[in-house]
């Protein structure tokens, strides 16, 4: 262990910095140790799951077939998510920084944080009050005309609950994040080289191209990833909006859904027993670990261009 | 071909506050004008009103009248984005886009209107322009490498070559040398020489050598005291400015005893 | 220099003039659009919705072939792009206006006295109350508090005055900004998983969704402690040295002091950021409709999961139940607004002493 060695401003170790100094760092291990705790306790009281039967399972033969359709619910929910979410984020995070005037940024700002503000539970009866049933006419329209496309294919839902519904309130609720990053990074872009594309005869957009976007395009990928890290483990607005049966399907606008893996845990923990409890945290550590992958990279890559962290 | 300014009655603003006001001016073409004057003096104001860059600040607008060879450059019809490929600009420190290579750095502003530049005439047009700011021969090897990588003297020349790839009439530079080496500003002085045959230049300077070195004619821009507008005292050629100047203030700042 | 490639673009040729369209022009673009959607969609008998989003395609097209028209192709796309921005912003907003009313709307006919003093015990077929769930949420919620406090500020303490650039502490920032994007059902489970193996198979209690919503609060007491400590002048730690005051007493009486202000606003915003969570006390803590004041036993009813229970499992009188759950929903963003807005008069009110 490599001793506290930064300077005390007295050239005597006295005791209080020696406990202070340990108490500290003892806080410091605390989080790495829980953070590991999470890994560890999740793993042990998932092992018993690898010995689960059709009853435990919903059905499946063993944890990998029952996980898999999970997986892939949670990654189709998050992808499509995001592919609503970024370009809107970078649309209201160029708006606070580049194109409203700096008094009405400063209230779209807080009206964003505010978006980030509301709890998913909120958003879910939102998503089944109001959202879904808007959408039941669009996904009829779509079954109806586009449904040569797989993903509409229909027959369309009565309710709305489908996974497109879930998506967009899931898209909803990582915009804030997304939105949040992507604008600080908009706001540092370096005055001279926005003056300098101005200068060349650039109009405001292709400022932004030559000069903003380039600077930010670290900032953006790791900002999306973030955002994908919090879709893929969002549970409540899921679990309320969807009406998941755990197929795997390409039709995102059906009665009949993935389910994903939080939204999963969410609705059948309380009436689980025994092993299917633990087939449950067994697929709480899968999400825990791609999660946890998304969010080390994108970390990884803004730390990358972080000034003073080589 | 390189044009002539005319500026009169012109008031710049920032919201509320007049921050330069009533100057009357006539720029010759290809020649160098050197704005000299205290911190503070609304010199650099003044020169972004030369190309609508003063509107890139919020709050900011001008009254009065800048002519281009007879154009107004704040008719309602004038498109700000044509003024500045007209008047290009080259700004305190150097800033070339840091993730473009050098070759893309000189391209940067031609590409905005000539999307499909051919690969020989883009090769023509980098090599005339880096000649023109004295670069071609420090960096024709390396010309895919990054803008960044180049020394700060280099680094300006660069952007030197980067305005004036896009041809303008008139070439705008607002301290050019301030962050540069005495070495680097005096090849960037000797650039200056040699394109004022092509360009109309003003340059903005607080070293009263260089506008001695560089300029034909100096305006000398002064505030009127403490919390009140910067205005113009006095415009000559640069030999009389720095001999026989017409007003006391002038002699006093570049004598050194104020300012 | 004319012996070079000729130029792309003759020199003197070019003029600063272009036909330019007028500065009311996406005004105009934008009524015209929406009254030719309204006039199409009143026609059809369509609904608001589709009538906004033609208008929009409306506005879009018009205004951009227009500017195409009249001024030239890179004014179009410029014009395209910012009206991409506003129309992106207003998309985005919509559902936080459409959210806000709908739960105000729904909810307000729930409140009342009993609403918020009575439990939902023996309660049969008439509106019950929430001071059940409400008592739960706040003592879970302190419970994460009190847990969460003390590691992340002395955590924090450590990245900035022991640990600096140390191997340690540059893995603990990198952990910590992970940790924030630990989906709050794994820290549900994980809590679950640790409480089984301690105190039995299958426990559910409140000071377990205090552990889980720590997990989940302390990465974020953290990271905001340690830009508020940031803030403190070295000047000021150097003036304390100079009289002699070891380290540990400098960081309790002058750093932590100075920036008091700060640390409790990144505290008050991440209760508010975990006092809405649902997921993990709807594993850990279960789900009652009694009043538990006892944290470390029994089930115990916190308001996300009372909303959660209410709206998707509202039993044999499914009306009343799901105005409560609205009703709930109102109570639980007014308290994270509240949270918001205390942050923020935290903030403002002590700002100027971190003399920055």
């Given amino acids: 262990m490599s001793t506290v060695t930064t300077g005390t401003g007295s050239p005597k170790r006295r005791l209080g910095d020696l406990v202070f100094a340990n108490l500290t760092r003892a806080a410091g291990l605390t989080i790495l140790i829980a953070l590991a705790g999470v890994g560890i306790f999740l793993t042990v009281e998932g092992i018993p799951a690898f010995g689960a039967g059709p009853d435990d399972l919903k059905g499946h033969s063993n944890l990998l077939t029952y996980v898999a359709p999970l997986v892939f619910g949670t990654l189709l929910a998050a992808v499509i998510a995001l592919l609503i979410a970024v370009p809107l984020a970078l649309g209201v995070a160029l708006s606070i920084s580049h194109y409203a005037p700096r008094r009405i940024a400063a209230g779209v700002g807080y009206l964003v944080d505010l978006l980030a503000a509301v709890p998913s539970v909120v958003y879910g009866l939102w998503g089944i009050a109001v959202l879904g049933p808007k959408l039941v006419p669009v996904y009829k329209w779509l079954a109806s005309h586009f449904d040569w496309i797989p993903f509409f294919a229909g027959p369309a839902s009565n309710t709305g609950r489908t996974i497109f519904t879930a998506s967009i309130v899931l898209a909803l609720m990582v915009l804030p994040i997304v939105t949040a990053i992507t604008r600080e990074i908009f706001a540092q872009t370096p005055r001279l080289n926005e003056e300098a594309a101005l200068a060349l005869g650039a109009t405001r957009w292709e400022m932004i191209r030559l000069a903003v976007l380039p600077y930010g395009r670290s900032g953006i990928v790791s900002a999306a990833m973030l955002g994908l890290g919090r879709a893929l483990g969002e549970t409540m607005a899921v679990a309320m909006v969807l009406s998941a049966s755990g197929v795997v399907t390409w039709n995102l606008i059906s009665a009949t859904n993935p389910s994903t893996i939080a939204a999963n845990i969410a609705l059948t923990f309380a009436d689980a027993t025994g092993t299917a409890r633990n087939a449950l945290i067994a697929s709480g550590l899968v999400l825990f670990l791609i999660t946890f992958v998304v969010n080390f990279s994108a970390r990884a890559i803004v730390s990358r261009y972080e000034p003073g962290s080589k | ?259 | ?356």
């Fill in chain 2, 1 to 259: 071909m390189a044009k002539s300014i005319d500026v009169s009655d012109l008031n710049i603003y920032y919201g509320d506050f007049l921050a330069v006001e009533g100057v009357n001016m006539t720029i010759t073409a290809r020649s160098v004008t050197a704005l000299i004057g205290p911190s503070g003096c609304g010199k650099s104001t003044f020169l972004r009103t030369l190309n609508r860059m003063h509107e890139v600040i919020p709050g900011a607008r001008v009254e009065g009248k800048v002519l281009v060879d007879g154009q107004s450059l704040y008719d309602s019809a004038v498109d700000p984005v044509e003024v500045r490929r007209m008047v290009g600009m080259v700004f305190q420190r150097p800033n070339p886009f840091p993730t473009m290579s050098i070759y893309e750095n000189v391209l940067a502003g031609l590409r905005l209107n000539n999307k499909k530049l051919s690969k020989s005439d883009a090769d023509a047009v980098v090599e005339k322009a880096l000649r023109g700011a004295n670069l071609w021969n420090e960096v024709k090897d390396r010309l895919t490498k990054p803008g960044m990588g180049l020394s700060g003297g280099q680094q300006q020349r660069l952007c030197i070559a980067r305005a004036i790839a896009v041809e303008p009439q008139i070439l705008l530079m607002d301290e050019p040398c301030s962050a540069l080496d005495p070495i680097s500003t005096s090849a960037i002085e000797d650039l200056i020489h040699e394109l004022k045959e092509q360009y109309t230049i003003v340059i903005v300077t607080h070293n009263m050598q260089q506008a001695a070195r560089v300029s034909e004619d100096t305006a000398f821009f002064n505030l009127a005291g403490a919390g009140k507008p910067g205005r113009l005292v006095e415009m000559n050629p640069t030999k009389k400015i720095f001999s026989v100047p017409d007003e006391e203030a002038t002699e006093a700042y570049i004598s050194g005893r104020f300012g």
């Fill in chain 3, 1 to 356: 220099m004319t012996d070079l490639a000729p130029a792309p673009t003759e020199r003197a040729a070019r003029s600063i003039k272009n036909p330019r369209l007028p500065q009311y022009a996406p005004l105009i673009a934008l009524v015209v659009a929406v009254a030719a959607s309204a006039l199409l969609g009143l026609t059809l008998g369509w609904g608001v919705i589709p009538i906004g989003i033609v208008a929009a395609i409306f506005y879009l097209i018009g205004l951009t072939t227009w500017s195409r028209i009249i001024e030239n192709a890179r004014a179009a796309t410029d014009r395209l792009v910012t009206s991409l921005v506003w129309v992106s912003l207003t998309i985005a907003l919509i559902p936080l206006v459409s959210l806000l009313w709908k739960v105000i709307d729904e909810g307000k006919g729930a409140l009342n006295g009993k609403f918020l003093t009575y439990s939902m015990r023996n309660v049969i077929g008439e509106p019950g109350g929430i001071y059940h769930a409400i008592m739960g949420t706040l003592l879970i919620t302190l419970a994460a508090a009190v847990i969460s406090v003390p590691i992340g500020l002395l955590a924090a303490v450590y990245l900035v005055e022991y640990g600096a650039h140390s191997q340690l502490a540059r893995w603990i920032r990198f952990l910590v900004d992970v940790m924030t994007g630990i989906p709050s059902i794994v820290a549900g489970l994980f809590a679950y998983a640790l409480f089984s193996l301690i105190v039995g198979p299958g426990t559910q209690f409140g000071i377990g969704g205090g552990v889980a919503l720590s997990i989940l609060m302390i990465p974020i007491v953290v990271r905001s402690s340690e830009e508020m400590l940031k803030l403190v002048p070295a000047d000021l730690r150097e003036a304390s040295y100079a009289l002699g005051v070891p380290k540990w007493k400098t960081i309790l009486k002058v750093v932590i002091p100075t920036a008091m202000a700060g640390i409790i606003t990144g505290v008050t915003l991440a209760i508010a950021r975990v006092i809405g969570e649902t997921a993990p006390l709807l594993i850990i803590c279960g789900a009652t409709d009694s009043v538990n004041l006892n944290l470390f036993h029994g089930q115990m009813a916190s308001l996300p999961v009372f909303i959660y229970g209410s709206y998707t499992q509202p039993g044999s009188n499914p009306e009343i139940l799901k105005q409560m759950a609205w009703g709930a929903a109102l109570i639980l963003i007014l308290i994270v607004m509240a949270l918001n807005i205390l942050a923020r008069v935290l903030g403002k009110l002590f700002s100027p002493k971190t003399g920055h």
